[in-house]
Nanobody, 120 residues
Framework: QVQLVESGGGYVQPGGSLRLSCAAS????????MGWYRHAPGSQRELVAT???????NYADSVKGRFTISRDNAKNTIYLQMTSLKPEDTAAYYC??????????????WGQGTQVTVSS
């Protein structure tokens, strides 16, 4: 089993910044792609950003130029630097990881979520 723990959420005014972290632990053989998703009340969960083990990134159009995803493979950790935050960024943010075991079987894991609230 792999556990994902997010941190760094909170309350910020519009235009502000936050940095989210997601640390993976447990029986890790290898983590493949990892990413951030968010879920706002009344909306469907949406992809925010993903990053491959090699560092290739992908962003939702709504966050391009404002958010930056990064990862530290040695620490099994990913980050999401969020700048120029808008009220519409308010949501619970979830970390996701694709784990590969020694038999090349893939499993998806999710964190418990961290709340980001952008409001004046």
């Amino acid at each position: 089993q792999v556990q994902l723990v997010e941190s760094g959420g909170g309350y910020v005014q519009p235009g502000g910044s936050l940095r989210l972290s997601c640390a993976a632990s447990g029986s890790i053989f290898m983590l493949d792609a990892m990413g951030w998703y968010r879920h706002a009340p009344g909306s469907q969960r949406e992809l925010v950003a993903t990053i491959t083990r090699g560092g290739r990134t992908n962003y939702a159009d709504s966050v391009k130029g404002r958010f930056t995803i990064s990862r530290d493979n040695a620490k099994n950790t990913i980050y999401l630097q969020m700048t120029s935050l808008k009220p519409e960024d308010t949501a619970a943010y979830y970390c996701q990881a694709a784990h590969v075991d020694s038999g090349l079987r893939f499993s998806d894991y999710w964190g418990q979520g961290t709340q980001v609230t952008v409001s004046s």
